[in-house]
Structure formats: C-alpha cells, structure tokens
C-alpha cells in the first residue's frame, strides 16, 4: 500500500512507524498484542503496510463486550485467540477471594498481559493516553517475563494521529466508539470512568458479578473472614462506588 508522503500536514507519522517497525523485526516475526481497540487496529494496519511477519493475538478475558468480540470475529478473522483457564468469575471465588480493585487490579496480569514469552511484543501503547504510559519507552523489556521485550512503534502518536489515520486508510473499527465509550476493555474494569454506562449497556454482566459476589461472601464466611455485606448486591455496589474513588492501599484494605 502506497504511503502518502506526507500527512495531517506534520512529519510523516505513518513512514516513520514504518521504518520502525522494518528496523526490528524479528526473524521468527513480531507477536502482535490485539486488542481490537483503536490503537490495536492501527498497529495491525501498520504491521501490513510494514510487510513485516507477525502473527496477532487476542486475550480472552471472559468480561469482554460482546460488540468488541464480535467485531474481532467480523473483521480479524486470522487473529489468534487466547482463552484463559478460569473465567473472571472463577478466579474471583477460586483464587483471589476478592475482585479486581483500582489498587489491586489483579485481572490484568492474569488475564490480559500472558503471551509472547521469547518473542517481541507489538503493542498499540501510546504517551498520551495516561500519566503512568508517559514513562513508558518505545522499546522495553518486560519486568515480569526477561526473555520478552515490548515495542510500541506509535507510542508518540496523539489520539487524534490515531482517528486521521484510521479515517485515511478506512479502517474497520468497534462501533462502541461512536456509542460514546472512548476506551474499550473489560466490563466494569476498575478504571472505567463511567461504571453506570457499562451496567446500563451489560446488565447481563453485572448481574453475573452479583451472583458471583453472593457466592464469595458464602466462601468467606465458611473460612471465617468477615465482611459488612450482607447480600452480592451490597457488595457490588459498594465494588462500584469504591472504583470509582483513588485511595491508598491502607485505606482499602481497612475497607476490606
């Protein structure tokens, strides 16, 4: 595909990624972390127009919205789906006795950063989108996993780079966006700005969180670990007003 020279009138954002991408890539090809958000389908587009081998894939998280996963099925029929070995409700009762907090987000280790051990990570992660993704490098290794290393060819784009390009290229992407949600993920994910949207648009999900809830404080209570709730539905709306809230980790394990 002919990459135009020069555009949104600024340097060549789309040529430099390119080169990036054309200047690491590994003989055995990038593993390309999928999403199937914005910046997901960008780097698989790029990846394309690159010429570079990759093979792309999706973790399976079982809290996903079904629009997301539906559009991966429609439109990325090669991606390689990883599915994980307990649901997210599993591993709340069987593992971790409690669910995913703002300041333990267990989940994501778990569920959505395993793969490409020994191999280079392709990854959609950019400055702009968080304080935290400011201290990111382009090319990283993995503190948890020595034999991976991340690279993220578009970590200077802004968001607005991402939506020119998708625009430019007609790219495919999750109608979820034009619904008002401006970053996709887990249901009910502990940094989701707006928990009421995803209860309105998933009350399938949330009404799952609440049966698994009721089944926790069951499991707590035949272990003897107290807690002040007395049914999942007081559990889960606390859960929510307490994501929605950044205190320390003191103050919430005297929550707990």
Known sequence: MLIQET??????????AVDRMQSFVPAEGYYLAFSGGKDSVVIYQLALMAGVRFD???????????????????????VLWNRPEMSMFQLILKVQFWPPMRQQRWCCEILKEK???GRIVLTGIRWEESNKRRSRRMIEPCYKDV????????????????????????????KLYDMGFHRLGCILCPYRSNPKR???????????????F????????AQGKETSFRTGQEFFDWWIRRNTKRKSRDQLVLDI
Not at 56 to 78: C, G, Q, S, W
Not at 214 to 221: N, T
């Open 7 to 16: 555009l949104w009138g600024r340097q060549d954002k789309v040529k430099i």
């Open 56 to 78: 792309a894939h999706y973790n399976v998280t079982t809290v996903d919205p079904p629009e997301l996963t539906r559009f991966i099925k429609d439109h990325y029929p090669d």
């Open 115 to 117: 793969g490409g051990d």
């Open 147 to 174: 034999t991976k290393t991340y690279f993220h060819p578009i970590i200077d784009w802004s968001t607005r780079d991402v939506w020119e390009f998708i625009d430019l290229y007609s790219l495919p992407y999750c």
């Open 198 to 212: 995803d209860i309105e648009q998933w009350p399938k999900f949330a009404k799952a969180y609440i049966r698994t």
């Open 214 to 221: 009721d089944r926790l404080l069951l499991v707590r209570a």
